[in-house]
Every structure is written in structure tokens, then in C-alpha cells.
């Protein structure tokens, strides 16, 4: 990398160029909602095409999710954990530029043969996943899966490229990137339909032209999301060069860290493969007995749509915190440390706390505006999964901070323990979910996931207390309380007008849906954060003046 400035051994690491927190949070954000917004369009459209129950929805829904649970397991915790520290850490090296390639280079490479290899055993991969016991579904999974698996190393080049453009505090083209790859499958759809294809065909009814079309957009739409990411790194002028060889550059403690995010990452992808299958089964058992159930084409719809306050909020305001992180850190300064991990606490409450209680509340009408295209049967499938999976947001939002602290830190191997808890539990949860009547298994799964990741936040503090000190875990119970009382309040009041002035919402598909239903939650929406933030303001939860602050000092300049 063209652009590290040389270092003494004594010296401090040097920060990376960087725009302010709120501006980076803000920019990452932007990027984020947009990306998010084009991928609901995104899901919606393929629930169109596909259907959310049924075989065919399931075997799509598998072969295409199996990429990136390959890479995360190859590769992408491993790069997360590594590459921002190692690129702040390769400042204090004379070698730094030579270190950081060397690492990239052996990435690239494990990716390349990996994605090969696994895309040769597509046959053998997919009955893992894919609990079926139809043939020609079977056989339609595996074609989708071979020509949806090569994402699997653009996937990766997509993080290095973009950890690369993080650890020198340009966070805009990492997070904005997903939005270009939405894009780019969306067009895929659009022309899947414009075609006059079939919609919601039985897996024999698939043509070739069908499964290249939709597959192949999928696909590519993860090459272009990797491939752009070069421009903006010629901007900051980073050459990649290939640095080849292992031995005596000091990757020792590097591998170190590798093995135990490594491990985490097998452990996630073990609980997955019973989540897939648990949920696979739950349509079989649907579909055999005439009554259609929620399955992994209805949970993932569902999680998209939980990710989006994850995403939007969350990961880009955690993702701004890493940088400085790993820089704090690496100086052993643990106030600053605990500076930071309280305010990715606090600062993201004022947005997610309102909005899981809203979406959780009203979920029925959140299901059936943004999947416009799904029947009502179809809808009320992914709003009973999304009921269920939406409180485990802010959980899941503490045990990602709490996991970029254990990387800036490298006790990857606590992450690791946590993962196993995580998975545990949440594989309890799905095995008890699977007997269960198949109308409930996925609710039930979902609420288990929610859980885990309770007791993985819970445990998360207990040691972050026990390594850096006090993290003023009250205070942020006191606020949180102060935000719960009258979201909660306000969004029962929400729901119980919608349903006297509304009372048809929600039945209406097509665009006409999209529109009423858009119309209605966007107003509950202002209305759910003006009185919560009004009542917290008054309760004294000062996040919520520093949240507004950008715009009220916009509208000043105005």
C-alpha cells in the first residue's frame, strides 16, 4: 500500500485518514438503507418468482445461500478478524506494505482453490443442506448451487478489497457496493419476468433458460459488487502486488488469530446446516400434508428484513468504532477502549429500540407491503417467522460490538466460545422447533435464535468486565428502559388505530399494496420515533439530542 507512513518501533500506530465518526456512520449508513431498500426490492420480486413454500422456492433459496455460508466458513470471519488490525498494526512495520500483500495474496489463493473444489461437490453438498425427498427438487438445487458456488471467491475478494479501504478510513465504497450488486440482481429478475417464465414453477417445469437466468444474475450480481470496489481503491492510491511465501514474516500470530475465527465460523455453519434442514423439513412435512408451512424461503425474507435496522444502523456505526478500536487497543489504552464500546452501545438504542417494537408489533402489515407480490398465505408465513426473529436485533447488535473488541483485542478464541454458545443454544432451539407442528417450526426456531443470542451478549459483558473494567452496563439498562416504556406504549396504540381506520390493510397485493401499506407504516413509523424520542428526551436520554444533532445543525446552516 502506497499511502502508510514509516514508523519507529516505539511509536504508536498512526491513524488512518478519516472522517468523523458521525459523518463516516452517516455516509456507511447511506449506502446501507440504499442497498437495503434495493434488496427488499430485490426479495420481493424473487418471492414473485419463486414463491416463499413450496420445493422449488426451498431448493433456489438453498443453492443460493450455500456461497456465502462457504465463504464465511472459509474465509470471512477469518478476513474480518484480521485484516483491519493487521493493516493498523503493519504501521509500526518496516515491511508493512510487503506483510499486508503477503496476506492477501494467501487469501486470494485459498479462495480460488476453494471455490473449485466445492463447486465440483455440489452433488454431495446440496442433500446436506436440502432436506427433500423429490427427486427432480433435488436435481434443481444442485444446477442452481454449481452455477451460484463461484460467488463464493468473489464474495471474498469483495471483503478484502473493502477491509482494505476500511483500515484507511474510507468506509463509503465497502458499504455501498451491496447496493450495485442489488441492482444488478434485480435487472435479473425484471428480465426473468419480462420474459414471460413461468412464476412459482414446480422444479419440473424449470427450462435451462429459467435456471441461467436466475442463477446467473445471482451470480454476477456478487462479481460487480467485488469488482467496483477497485476504483476507489486506485483513489487512495493502494497497488495490490502478489507477495508470495509464508515462512519468517511474522504470520505466526496472524494464524493464531485465523484458527480460532476459523473454528467459530465451522461452528456457525454446523448450527446452519440444522437450521436448513429443520426448516426445509418443516415445508416437506407442509407440502405432504396439503397444508403449506413456513419454511427457509419464509425465514429468509424475514431475516432480510431484520437485517435492515442491523445493517443500516448497527454495522455502520460499529464498522466506523473498528478502526478506532483496533487502534486503542493496540495502544493498551482500555479507557478509550470502553469510550468507544459504550458509545456503540448507546448511540445506535434511539433508532433500533423504536424500530424492532414497531416492526414486531405490526409485523403482519410489515410482511405484506414489503412482499407485494406474495400471497396473502405467503405473507402471513413470513410474518409468523418475523414476529418471532425480530427481538433478537438488539442482541445480536451487542454481541457484534462486543466481537470487534474481542478482534481489536485478538482473543479470537473468546469469539470463538461465544460462537459455540450462540449455536448451541440455538440448535436446542431448532431441534425442539422441528417437533413441533410444522405450521410453528419456524416461528419457534426464530425465537430461539432471539434467545442465544441473549445469552451470548450476556456472557460478552461478563468478560469484557472482567478484562477492561466497569462498562456502565446500568446507565445503558436505565436508557434502553426509558426508550422501551414508550415505544412499547406507542406501538399498541399504533396497531389498534391501524386496525379502526385501516381495517383492510394489508389484504390488497400488487402495487396498490405496496403503496397503501408504504403510505401507513411510514406515518407509524415518524409517529413511533416522535413520541418515544419526545418521552425519552424528557426522561433525560441525551442520545437522542446527539442522534438529531446533524440535521439541527443543517437546518441551522439553512
Not at 440448535?427 to 413441533?436: I, K, R
Request: glycine share 10%; with cysteine; aromatic share 8%.
Amino acid at each position: 500500500m502506497s499511502d502508510t507512513s514509516a514508523a519507529g518501533p516505539s511509536d504508536a500506530p498512526l491513524p488512518a485518514p478519516r472522517q468523523s465518526l458521525g459523518r463516516a456512520g452517516a455516509i456507511m449508513a447511506s449506502g446501507t438503507l440504499v442497498s437495503r431498500v434495493v434488496g427488499l426490492v430485490r426479495a420481493a420480486l424473487l418471492a414473485g418468482v419463486i414463491g416463499t413454500t413450496g420445493f422449488a422456492a426451498d431448493a433456489f433459496t438453498a443453492a443460493n445461500t450455500l456461497p456465502n455460508s462457504f465463504y464465511l466458513l472459509i474465509a470471512g470471519g477469518t478476513l474480518n478478524a484480521i485484516l483491519v488490525p493487521q493493516i493498523v498494526r503493519a504501521r509500526l512495520r518496516p515491511d508493512g506494505d510487503e506483510f499486508v500483500n503477503r496476506i492477501i495474496t494467501v487469501s486470494l489463493v485459498i479462495l480460488a482453490v476453494a471455490t473449485v473444489v466445492l463447486t465440483a461437490l455440489a452433488p454431495v453438498i446440496i442433500p446436506i443442506y436440502y432436506d427433500v425427498d423429490n427427486a427432480e427438487a433435488l436435481g434443481l438445487a444442485t444446477v442452481f448451487a454449481v452455477i451460484c458456488l463461484p460467488q463464493i471467491f468473489f464474495y471474498g475478494l469483495y471483503t478484502i478489497l473493502g477491509q482494505v479501504l476500511n483500515a484507511h478510513g474510507r468506509f463509503a465504497g465497502y458499504m455501498w457496493a451491496p447496493a450495485l450488486a442489488n441492482v444488478v440482481a434485480v435487472a435479473g429478475l425484471l428480465w426473468f419476468m419480462a420474459a414471460g417464465y413461468p412464476e412459482r414453477a414446480a422444479p419440473a417445469d424449470w427450462t435451462p433458460e429459467m435456471v441461467a437466468v436466475l442463477a446467473g444474475s445471482a451470480t454476477l450480481s456478487i462479481v460487480a459488487q467485488a469488482l467496483c470496489l477497485v476504483v476507489p481503491l486506485r483513489r487512495i492510491g493502494f497497488r495490490y502486488r502478489p507477495v508470495w511465501g509464508l515462512r519468517g514474516y511474522g504470520l505466526g500470530e496472524v494464524s493464531n488469530v485465523a484458527k480460532w475465527t476459523f473454528a467459530s465460523i465451522v461452528v456457525s455453519q454446523l448450527g446452519f446446516v440444522v437450521t436448513s434442514r429443520v426448516l426445509t423439513r418443516a415445508t416437506r412435512l407442509g407440502e405432504a400434508s396439503g397444508e403449506p408451512a413456513a419454511g427457509l424461503a419464509a425465514f429468509n425474507p424475514a431475516l432480510l428484513i431484520v437485517m435492515l435496522p442491523h445493517g443500516l444502523v448497527t454495522v455502520s456505526l460499529v464498522t466506523a468504532l473498528y478502526t478506532r478500536l483496533s487502534e486503542a487497543a493496540s495502544r493498551g489504552d482500555h479507557g478509550e477502549v470502553l469510550r468507544y464500546h459504550g458509545q456503540g452501545l448507546r448511540m445506535p438504542s434511539v433508532i433500533l429500540v423504536p424500530g424492532i417494537v414497531l416492526i414486531g408489533v405490526l409485523a403482519p402489515y410489515v410482511a405484506s407491503t414489503f412482499f407485494f407480490t406474495n400471497t396473502l398465505e405467503e405473507t402471513r408465513a413470513i410474518a409468523l417467522v418475523l414476529a418471532g426473529l425480530v427481538w433478537m436485533v438488539l442482541p445480536m447488535a451487542w454481541t457484534y460490538l462486543n466481537d470487534r473488541v474481542f478482534y481489536a483485542h485478538q482473543m479470537t478464541w473468546m469469539t470463538f466460545r461465544l460462537q459455540c454458545v450462540t449455536t448451541g443454544l440455538a440448535t436446542v432451539g431448532a431441534l425442539v422447533a422441528s417437533n413441533l407442528d410444522p405450521n410453528l417450526t419456524a416461528f419457534a426456531l426464530s425465537l430461539g435464535q432471539s434467545t442465544a443470542f441473549v445469552v451470548a451478549a450476556a456472557v460478552g459483558f461478563w468478560v469484557l468486565h472482567r478484562r477492561l473494567g466497569h462498562l456502565g452496563l446500568r446507565g445503558v439498562a436505565s436508557m434502553y428502559l426509558k426508550l422501551l416504556v414508550p415505544s412499547v406504549l406507542t406501538a399498541l396504540a399504533l396497531l389498534w388505530l391501524i386496525r379502526e381506520v385501516f381495517p383492510d390493510l394489508g389484504e390488497t397485493r400488487g402495487i396498490a399494496g405496496l403503496v397503501s401499506g408504504g403510505l401507513v407504516l411510514a406515518a407509524a413509523g415518524l409517529v413511533q420515533l416522535a413520541v418515544t424520542w419526545s418521552v425519552a428526551t424528557a426522561l433525560g436520554v441525551a442520545e437522542v439530542a446527539t442522534a438529531l444533532e446533524p440535521v439541527r445543525r443543517r437546518l441551522g446552516r439553512r
